[in-house]
């Protein structure tokens, strides 16, 4: 995370003094943007940096949803299934999608370029359902657009 | 539309949401008008307005504000809470995306009447074009002069866009601000209240984004003009997101007293495939079910809903179709408080897992008589003891659920499958 410190440093600018303690979620958001998941090294450089407790980042590394301590596929399809989602057929929309890259909720595929995740509510109910591909948001998804998705993932490599 | 608009007032372009185009609708003119006036007067002029809370308690935003004591020399923070998170609720992301020059004119409105140096907007993480966008627009802001720099009278403001890591608690207000600090998102107990001891110890206002966005038009059009609109209880508009088995699901701008049963059949279109309605969530999922019976006679506004037993909330209405089976509809619903119980608190921590354990077990076809009376009784012994209002609101929802449709529940422990084949889509 060293080479991020600069970046950090701009980021802190922007807080009121004295706001240390608040920079551990976007400092975890950015790690993890650049290497894909949060590893021990981070850990230890971000308490050094921050001067806040290892305990502090442990426990937000842990309950935070977003955020990981293991890599994903190289697209992370996070699918809703809370209840708007499943209303307009969100349930047969991920079992479709798992049968196509052959995975269960949570797995990755053998090469290592899809991850297939449930999510509750994104926030995106009247265009559901919706699946997160990384950071977008592809809405009104049935099993026809999730094939044509797929195709044009595996296509980019 | 739905009555008259306060918020979505014009076309939505792929560059509306600019400064450029925010100027040629008149913004930041009601920014000059405000840094004229006193502090104090932005205040009454809220309080008389009669403004609601669109987060989901309608608490009056002006009574919120009262507590504030800018003239004590303290440091005072705003946060614009737009982690949107209820189930059913897209309506604040409308504002992010469309709208977002309206925020920051808002939260500098209210940072000046307040008294606030340092503003955050704290959105949820999952959120990407709603951050770029209000992002960008803060960033435009900072270009145009308009934000770190004094204005007129020596006011300066800055604006921090804090952006979550997925969890639901987040949206609750104490929750919030314990994110910002940086741990995970514990609510405290109140008092002392968060105008009094907040973010950082400091006095810290919590608005929702739809609230805030409807600073600037009070002050433009003064709190008179404003409690026009509406209702005498419930003045101005809501936003109703809308979604479920509904032809045309999405953000409408609903005027107070608006019939509902006119906004469901005409504004939106009616049900999907013309299928019978059989019930509505009214405001994100935590609120109670309203059956169509029940929402007949009523109209949107607080003084209508709340006496038959439900509430407006967060606006995040969910239409369901006759022949939806309401005990999986349930099953999904205790699985999200489950998973997104914080487990500060004991009676929902484990309660959540209990009822998510008994609902599953109901839909394997192994339930068994007494766990209907057992949902109820996990669910009133949530009711008010636990620090946040999680744990009460799953309690709601259960109850509400219950209470309507327990003959399905009797039917699903009896026969060990649904009533309604178990479907939670509206057949074509």
Avoid at chain 1, 111 to 129: M, N, Q, Y
Avoid at chain 2, 409 to 421: Q, V, W
Wanted: net charge negative; proline share 5%.
């Amino acid at each position: 995370m060293r080479h991020l410190i600069p970046e950090f440093e701009a980021m802190k600018a922007r807080y009121p003094e004295g706001f240390e303690s608040s920079l551990v979620l976007p400092c975890l958001r950015r790690i993890q943007e650049d290497r894909g998941f949060v590893a021990d090294e981070d850990i230890a450089g971000l308490c050094e940096y921050l001067g806040v407790p290892r305990g502090q980042v442990e426990e937000v590394l842990s309950y935070y949803t977003m955020l990981r301590r293991e890599g994903v596929g190289k697209y992370h399809l996070q699918a809703c299934r809370n209840i708007a989602c499943s209303m307009r057929g969100a349930e047969g929309v991920i079992a479709h999608l798992c049968r196509r890259l052959g995975v269960e909720p949570g797995g990755t595929t053998a090469d290592g370029r899809f991850t297939v995740t449930e999510v509750e509510c994104l926030g995106s109910c009247g265009t559901a359902p919706v699946v997160m591909v990384n950071e977008a948001y592809h809405e009104n998804m049935t099993a026809e657009k999730l094939d044509a998705l797929v195709d044009e993932l595996k296509a980019k490599g | 539309m739905p009555g008259r608009q306060l918020i979505m007032t014009f076309e939505v372009t792929p560059t509306s949401h600019t400064l450029a185009e925010y100027k040629a609708r008149g913004g930041y003119e009601t920014l000059a008008k405000a840094l004229a006036m006193d502090p104090a007067a932005i205040t009454k002029e809220v309080t008389a307005s009669g403004l609601l809370g669109h987060g989901g308690a309608a608490f009056p935003v002006g009574r919120k504000w009262g507590v504030m004591k800018p003239n004590l020399g303290e440091i005072h923070y705003l946060c614009a809470n737009a982690d949107e998170g209820e189930p059913g609720t897209f309506k604040d992301r409308w504002i992010l995306e469309n709208a977002p020059h309206l925020l920051v004119e808002s939260m500098m409105i209210t940072s000046y009447a307040l008294g606030v140096r340092h503003a955050f907007v704290y959105i949820r993480g999952e959120f990407d074009l709603p951050f770029r966008r209000i992002q960008g627009a803060i960033d435009e802001a900072y270009a145009a002069g308009l934000l770190g720099k004094p204005q007129a009278g020596g006011f300066t403001l800055d604006i921090v866009v804090y952006r979550g890591a997925g969890s639901y608690v987040c949206g609750e207000a104490s929750g919030l601000i314990t994110s910002i600090e940086g741990r995970k998102p514990y609510p405290r107990n109140r008092p002392p209240r968060l105008t009094v001891r907040g973010l950082f110890q400091k006095p810290t206002v919590i608005n929702n984004v739809e609230s805030l966005a409807n600073i600037t038009g009070i002050i433009r059009m003064g709190a008179e003009e404003f409690r026009k609109v509406g209702t005498a209880k419930s003045p101005g508009t809501q936003l109703v997101s809308i979604s479920g088995h509904i032809a045309k699901p999405g953000v409408y701008e609903v005027e107070y007293g608006y019939p509902w049963a006119k906004f469901l059949d005409e504004d939106c279109g009616g049900m999907l495939n013309g299928a019978k309605m059989k019930c509505v969530v009214p405001g994100g999922i935590s609120t109670k079910v309203l059956t169509r019976a029940e929402i007949e006679p009523l109209n949107l506004s607080h003084e209508s809903v709340n006496p038959a037993g439900s509430g407006l909330g967060s606006g995040g209405m969910i239409v369901i179709a006759e022949g939806t089976c309401m005990v999986r509809l349930l099953q999904v619903l205790l699985r999200f408080y489950h998973h997104e119980s914080c487990g500060q608190c004991t009676p929902c921590r484990e309660g959540m897992g209990w009822m998510h354990k008994i609902i599953d077990r109901i839909v394997a076809g192994e339930g068994v008589p007494e766990d209907i009376e057992r949902l109820y009784a996990i669910s009133h012994a949530n009711d008010g003891t636990t620090i946040c209002g999680m744990g009460d609101a799953a309690g709601f929802a259960t109850v509400g659920i219950l209470n309507k449709f327990r003959d399905e529940f009797e039917f699903f422990i009896r026969e060990k499958r649904s009533k309604c084949d178990g479907r939670l889509e509206c057949l074509a």
